[in-house]
């Protein structure tokens, strides 16, 4: 991305001072030590120190300065910006957040109305400069590089940028135009030189660096301060206002914007487009446009008004990053021309007339006036086409043969179809205009006249004696196709469309009834979150294949010597293979690419120095895991081969002396070849992986797609390949020869619509029941996102309890940075959960989805969870982390028996916003045991007589087979011992580590050996639930996801596909009722102690 050089030639020294306050730092032309002779030079001629005389000097030498010298009247400011991304990028939705910008103007500008030490989100067009920090040693010049890139697109007003990118031990320089980036070398900050010299040469560039065209300027809308901005350009004394942007090009090369400028007194309408043209370009747009234009308008091309190479100070903005790359000069033209895109024509009617007239509109052109453009359309007005980019177009010279390599350069083709083009007999040829006849011509001389119709058939006029006859060019890509390597060019021609088809397969599985009530924080209810994850497991890795493949023919066509070289070997038509299986497979097709390993080794972790063994290959499962589908691209020659290798074996047998007869052999007993061993393999594999939930083997199916039992060439035979097919349809294998026709285009499948609601028995994990207890639950809504923040804002007596327990560990400096932060971090997670409760609060959510299932009064409704979540809910809540509110919510939540249910009651509801008995959560039930026995299992309906989804079925023997493994210490439990050995802290990370550095500290829940991201209590309380029936209830999103991935590996599917009886039992219409079997809703943490207003 970017070429590491010395740039220290090409920064100018600085003093930098507050204009405000009148003083500042200083650097003596002594202090730049190592700095080039002009550079102190100029910093002594200068003379810009802060205050006093020397100020008083510089200003006089300011008004002598270049235009471009003097455009900054106020300092720049350096604002901390990595919380917000910079607003108001052109056309499209760009999030940068740089860690650091730098914009002009006072800091009081930018800080937020409430006086919050944050900064607003600022727009790109304020933004002269930023900085890229790393606390580690990791480079961000890389990141610097790609913030330059977006800073061109969005600034077309500074032709380059200079920005720093910094990191604890050193800092780099980086300048980016249009020519590309270059970076400083890594520079100590032991030598700020260089530092000095950024910093003046944002105010006082080098002659050779353009940071600004004052020809145009940005505006706000009025009294929208930070508003969307408009554009005025000064053009040869126009100034065109409240110009737009209507497109915008990539940042290095040709950096073309365009923008629209609305008719106005002083100016009519105009497109403005503005580029970095290449200074050894023989042909310019404005003079093909006025060539084209010399004897009249000529109907469907662009007008050109005015052009000009833009300015600063009498010198031509250019280009000067990097050395080695092409030399641009900034142009401008002025157009008076307008039209829609192409792809928003009105009908079908209006684009095809559009695209008639743009081959008129090219062969009049390329007749007329020796102009060959490779640009079609882009624009209709009114049914006419206007070709309106001309910046690759070349005229042509009849004496003159047009070489090769320039018109494959300009036409972006390659060598053999442009030396074609450029021949006398190709270049200057084209096809007759198709004729209309019939119904067509009589409705065209209707609409248009018949002079019309003979001008555009060149009927009435003698063409210019170079023409023989009237042609229309033929694509490149036809030439390209029918000359070189025109086997890889069907090839990629099917990856193309492979890769187009992959990105709206939707493949017919069903979806897990999962009732998504979480809410992010744009107040977007995320119903449909798990239905989007990826259905089939595999297909994007078959599609990176495809897109790596076609890259690789793409990179291979494009090279002009292609012509000369072998065709290039390619995974294509084994890709091809299995995606058309993928097509044809029976439904529902649940993973592509998986292998199946030994004793189950997918599923252990992995070792260092341990090898993964190679394992059986399975491209397809279908059916539901039923069949399994395997593509071999294997060749009669390849088979040939083999069978020789075979043979010479057995002729060595034959010819071994009786002494050697005891001796090992290499000769078969028995007949054998690798294709029988992948039969095998198949079926042994099989044997071991029964279809999920059952004890039966899938079935194989080997598609062979190039082996040919019988050839029509006699070389290529062998009887043994027909033996070797017999063999496999003897093991049981499914054997299909040959390459499956395209199947035809189908419409996507639509799943039936369903409704999810939950069963009226609730069962809840360790993450609800921290919700029930919390104050953000249970507290007054903040106002407005301000108060919420203010309200977990870490009050001073916080900080310095904080503090005070790091000095009475002896914590280090590092360890004192690190808690404060996460002090910080923890404070703007509870303030975005209260963002959320004030979308929808949790037990309004509950009471409003209850009361569907449940309409007289909730009756029925009961709450369930295991004693592990019981107890542990208690241990954290009774902690210091739970507040006395919270404590005393817990207690009631899990009473002793000999309580009053309505003092219990009464101690829950007390000082909640909601009124007592708003939900029958009291009492919560305990369940009987850590894990249901191996005997119970999934009713086949609900609690109120509803049919119950399969899924409830495959959740609940992942579970079991997740728990069957080991379950360990969290992995960081250890790395905890270890600090609390070494005297340092751990960090503080969810519910269950709020405590830090307690006498009694909360041990960290055990894991799964499955997934560190199960923890056990989690997976025994999603068990219980499945084998209930019940709705599982959780706030821990990141736990489900774990599962349903778990899951998918596993069991290939959510169920559907393999229990046909229980999908049977279900009344598939457009109203289909159906019960959740987990709920997922927004965390709300133990909040109480971290209320600003609440201090230690």
């Known amino acids: 991305m970017s070429e590491e050089c010395s ?57 002598t300065l270049p235009l471009h010298l003097r455009y900054l009247s106020s300092p720049i400011i350096f604002l901390d910006h990595h919380n917000n991304h910079l607003t108001h990028f052109p056309l499209e939705e760009v999030r940068d957040k740089p860690d650091i910008v730098g914009v002009v103007g006072s800091a009081h500008d930018f800080v937020r109305a409430n006086g919050h030490s944050d900064y607003k989100s600022i727009p790109y067009h304020r933004v002269e400069t930023f900085v890229e920090a790393k606390a580690t040693r990791k480079d961000g010049r890389a990141q610097a590089a790609s913030y330059a890139w977006q800073h061109l697109q969005a600034r077309p007003d500074h032709p380059g940028v200079y920005c720093l990118s910094v990191k604890p031990e050193t800092y780099q320089v980086l300048w980016s135009d249009p020519s590309g980036v270059v970076a400083s070398p890594h520079t100590s900050w032991k030598e700020l030189q260089l530092l000095a010299a950024f910093l003046y040469s944002l105010y006082m560039p080098p002659l050779s660096h353009f940071v600004r065209d004052r020809s145009i300027v940005w505006t706000e809308p009025p009294g929208q301060v930070f508003g969307p901005p408009r554009w005025t350009i000064t053009s040869q004394g126009v100034k065109y206002r409240d110009c737009s942007i209507l497109f915008n090009g990539k940042a290095w090369g040709n950096r073309t914007t365009v923008f629209s400028s609305p008719a106005t007194e002083s100016s009519g309408f105009a497109i403005i487009k503005e580029s970095y043209t290449d200074n050894a370009s023989r042909f310019q747009e404005a003079d093909i446009l006025q060539h084209i234009h010399s004897d009249g308008l000529m109907p469907g091309v662009v007008r050109l008004v005015d052009s000009e190479n833009v300015q600063v100070d009498e010198q031509a903005i250019g280009t000067s990053a990097r050395c080695d790359a092409t030399r641009r000069t900034k142009t401008r033209l002025i157009m008076g021309s307008r039209g829609t895109r192409l792809e928003n024509a009105r009908s079908i009617a209006d684009l095809l007339k559009a695209i008639y ?78 004729e209309l006849t019939g119904e067509a011509l009589t409705r065209y001389v209707e609409a248009h006249g018949y002079t019309r119709y003979e001008a555009y058939n060149g009927l009435s006029s003698r063409p210019p004696s170079l023409f023989s006859q009237y042609y229309v060019i033929s694509t490149l890509e036809d030439l390209l196709m029918n000359n070189i390597h025109p ?387 208690l241990r954290i809540v009774l902690s210091k982390i739970g507040g006395p509110n919270e404590k005393r919510r817990a207690e009631a939540l899990f009473p002793s028996s000999d309580t009053p249910s309505a003092v219990v009651e009464e101690a829950y509801w007390r000082g909640s916003r909601y ?100 923890t056990a209590h989690t997976v025994k309380s999603l068990l219980w639930g499945a084998t209930q029936g019940w709705t599982t209830l959780t706030a821990n999103k990141a736990s489900v996801k774990a599962i349903l991935r778990h899951m998918r590996s596993a069991e290939g599917g959510y169920g559907w596909d393999n229990d046909e009886d229980a999908a049977a039992q279900l009344s598939w219409d457009d109203h289909t009722i159906e019960k959740a079997t987990l709920w997922v809703v927004d965390p709300r943490s133990l909040a109480e102690g971290m209320r600003s207003e609440v201090g230690h």
């Open 357 to 434: 007239d743009a081959l008129e509109v090219h062969r009049n052109v390329a007749i007329g006036h020796d102009i060959l453009n490779r640009t079609s359309g882009e624009g209709v007005d009114h049914s006419r086409c206007i070709l309106i980019d001309w910046d690759n177009a070349m005229m042509l010279d009849e004496d003159q043969y047009l070489g090769c390599k320039d018109l494959a350069h300009r036409m972006v083709t390659r060598a053999a179809p442009a030396k074609m083009l450029g021949s006398r007999s190709n270049a200057r040829t084209f096809k007759g205009m198709p």
């Open 487 to 873: 086997e890889l060019q069907t090839l990629r021609t099917q990856l193309r469309d492979i890769y187009g088809a992959m990105s709206s397969y939707e493949p017919s599985i069903a979806k897990p009834p999962i009732l998504d009530s979480s809410i992010d924080l744009s107040g977007d209810v995320n119903e449909d979150a798990h239905n989007r994850q990826e259905s089939v497991q595999g297909l994007r890795a078959l599609r990176d294949s495809v897109r790596r493949d076609l890259d690789v023919l793409e990179k291979f066509l494009a090279d002009p010597a292609c012509a000369s070289l072998p065709a290039l070997s390619t995974n294509a038509p084994y890709l091809i293979s299995v995606w058309n299986e993928v097509l044809h497979a029976s439904p529902p097709v649940t993973t592509i690419w998986r292998t199946f390993f030994q004793n189950d080794l997918q599923s252990s972790p992995r070792r260092r120095g341990f090898r993964k063994p190679s394992g059986v290959k399975v491209d397809v499962i279908a059916e539901g895991g039923k069949r399994w589908i395997r593509v071999n691209t294997t060749k009669n020659s390849r088979m040939l081969a083999e069978f020789r290798e075979i043979d010479s074996y057995l002729t060595g047998s034959e010819e071994e002396s009786p002494e050697e007869e005891d001796h090992p052999s290499l000769a078969q007993t028995e007949f054998d070849n690798s294709l029988l061993r992948i039969g095998r393999s198949l079926l042994s594999a099989a044997d071991r992986n029964p279809v999920p939930g059952t004890s039966i083997a899938p079935s194989i199916t080997l598609r062979l797609t190039r082996l040919d039992p019988s050839p029509p060439d006699q070389k290529d035979h062998d009887p043994r390949i027909a033996k070797t097919i017999c063999e496999l349809q003897k093991m049981g294998i499914d054997v299909e020869l040959g390459e499956r026709d395209a199947p035809p285009a189908m419409p996507p499948m639509r799943s039936p619509a369903r409704g999810l609601e939950p069963t009226r028995h609730v069962n809840l994990d360790l993450s609800i029941l921290i919700a029930l207890v919390s104050d953000i639950t249970h507290s007054p809504l903040p106002k407005s996102a301000e108060e919420a923040d203010a309200r977990f804002t870490p009050s001073i007596q916080q900080r310095e309890w904080k503090q005070k327990r790091l000095e009475e560990t002896n914590r280090s400096f590092d360890d004192n940075r690190t808690s404060d932060e996460g002090l910080w971090k923890h404070s703007r997670a509870l303030a975005n959960q209260a963002l959320q409760e004030m979308g929808k609060g949790l037990l309004q959510e509950l009471h409003d989805r209850l009361a569907q299932v449940s309409p007289d009064g909730l009756r029925g409704i009961e709450f369930w969870t295991t004693a592990e979540a019981r107890d542990r809910c």
């Open 915 to 1014: 009124p007592q008995g708003f939900l029958p959560l009291l009492p919560i039930r305990i369940l009987p045991s850590s894990v249901p026995g191996e005997e119970v299992e999934p009713p086949v309906v609900s609690d109120d007589g509803r049919s119950l989804s399969p899924f409830f079925k495959v959740l609940a023997r992942t579970c079991r087979a997740i728990l069957s493994q080991e379950i360990i210490p969290h992995p960081r439990t250890a790395v905890d011992e270890k600090e609390k050995l070494a005297g340092s802290s751990g960090s503080a990370n969810g519910n269950e580590r709020q405590v830090e550095d307690d006498d009694e500290e909360i041990e960290r829940a055990a894991v799964t050996k499955a997934s560190p991201r199960l």
């Open 7 to 63: 740039t220290n030639s090409e920064l100018l020294p600085i003093v930098i001072g507050s204009a405000e306050q009148g003083s500042g730092y200083s650097f003596s032309p002594q202090s730049l030590k190592g700095a080039t002779f002009h550079q102190a030079l100029a910093h002594q001629e200068r003379g810009y120190t802060s205050g006093g005389r020397d100020t008083r000097r510089g200003q006089r030498l300011h008004k």
